[in-house]
């Protein structure tokens, strides 16, 4: 066992550690107040290879492992976390589960302008009335012989109005409950298909996140994600490889407010001291580190587990069950120890607060992590 990073993991970390610190934190303020994401940095991202970073070479990707994955989404989300869900979505949602489930066609036609950054994808399982329960499918697509129609809405869709390709999970056959559940690759701008409002969030704000409308969408049948009825199975398992991308993002949000925060207490001086000198600041910090490095262990093993082929389920549930929780505490610390300053934007630790609620959200609430652990832990 080692907890030391390779050579290469090294250099993945600066890259993104040098993208985030000089492309993405200028403007990081400005995305959070215009709600916007400008494609030219979204397509910067593709360039550097941290869009397809795990997909393998002859699709276009990075090759990498899952380790150099969550170490350059940490530097990243540090920053900013909608840059990085951004990133999670269209590399451990939509790479990961179309080279994992896809089929060459598919790969050829879809994972290879994915994995540069060409196009982006998004993962649609979410609807109105099916959240935690994703077995509630109402969208439907009913059986056509060579194609699907397809009819329903989908809700709190990350890259809803900047994917090109859309993997929507949908029911055939109601009467198999979710094992009617197919998933589709559907393109942006087919006939039916409307992109819904933008949603105005507390955090992630230069994130998109719209709902979807689809009305008699024609998908052909080639445009399915392995067998009829499979769908259900490909969303439950893709998710559980993307809690690993949520977690090391939660992590992120956490060690980017307590970098700031120790860098704060250096500097602030109160009652003739830097509060740094203050044991009463120095044990805050000391919590957050600890906390944060057992974030980080958590991840790392995680991430350790899917490379080496093993089950990795409770421990990617643990560990954004984990980093999620601790990103709430690291975060309100860090706005504590700024003090005033702490609570407006030039500052940056007040939208890491509100950045890091949403990772006891999506891709499974809180909740839900706790009950993928205990059914674990009863086996
Ligand atoms: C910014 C944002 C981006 C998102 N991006 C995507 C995306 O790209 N794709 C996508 O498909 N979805 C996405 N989502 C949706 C997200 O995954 C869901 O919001 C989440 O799964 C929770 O579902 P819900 O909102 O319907 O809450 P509900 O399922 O209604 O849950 C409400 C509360 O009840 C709790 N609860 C529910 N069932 C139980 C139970 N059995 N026991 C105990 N507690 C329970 C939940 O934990 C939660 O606290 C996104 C959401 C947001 C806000």
Redo the contacts with the bound molecule.
């Keep these: 066992m080692t907890f030391q990073l390779s050579e290469e993991q090294l250099a993945v970390q600066q890259a993104a550690r040098d993208f985030a610190q000089t492309e993405l934190l200028p403007g990081v303020i400005e995305r959070d107040t215009t709600q916007k994401f400008p494609i030219e940095l979204q397509k910067k991202m593709g360039t550097l290879g941290f869009m397809g970073m795990m997909v393998d070479p002859k699709y276009n990707g990075g090759g990498m492992d899952t380790i150099s994955y969550v170490v350059a989404m940490e530097e990243i989300s540090k920053v900013d976390a909608s840059a990085s869900v951004m990133m999670s979505?269209n590399n451990s949602l939509v790479c990961w589960g179309l080279e994992k489930f896809g089929n060459e066609d598919q790969k050829e036609r879809y994972l290879k302008r994915l994995a540069t950054g060409e196009v982006i994808g998004?993962?649609?399982?979410?609807e109105p009335e099916a959240?935690?329960?994703a077995t509630s499918q109402r969208t439907t697509a009913e059986d056509k012989g060579d194609y699907y129609l397809l009819n329903g809405t989908k809700n709190?869709?990350?890259n809803g109005s900047s994917a090109s390709v859309y993997l929507v999970m949908c029911q055939t056959d109601a009467s198999k409950k979710h094992k009617g559940i197919n998933c589709l690759i559907v393109e942006r701008g087919q006939p039916g298909f409307v992109v819904g409002k933008k949603?105005d969030?507390m955090g992630?704000r230069g994130s998109d996140?719209h709902s979807l409308m689809f009305t008699d969408v024609k998908v052909d049948k080639k445009n399915r994600i392995g067998e009829d009825g499979f769908g259900f199975s490909f969303a439950m398992t893709t998710l559980n490889g993307g809690r690993i991308g949520i977690a090391s993002q939660a992590l992120g949000i956490s060690s980017g407010a307590y970098e700031l925060a120790l860098a704060y207490a250096k500097e602030r001086k109160a009652f003739g001291h830097k509060l740094s000198e203050h044991q009463a600041i120095q044990f805050k910090l000391a919590e957050m580190a600890t906390k944060i490095n057992a974030a980080r262990l958590l991840v790392w093993q995680a991430a350790s587990l899917k490379d080496q082929k093993k089950d990795f389920v409770k421990a990617a549930a643990m560990a954004k069950l984990y980093a999620s929780q601790i990103a709430q505490e690291v975060t309100t610390e860090a706005v504590q120890i700024h003090g005033g300053y702490g609570y407006v934007k030039e500052f940056h630790v007040e939208r890491l607060m509100r950045d890091a609620k949403?990772t006891q959200?999506?891709?499974?609430?809180?909740?839900?992590q706790k009950?993928v652990i205990s059914r674990e832990l009863m086996k």
């Design positions: 979505v998004a993962f649609c399982l979410s959240g935690s329960d709190w869709i990350t949603e969030k992630i996140t949403i959200i999506y891709e499974g609430t809180s909740e839900i009950m």
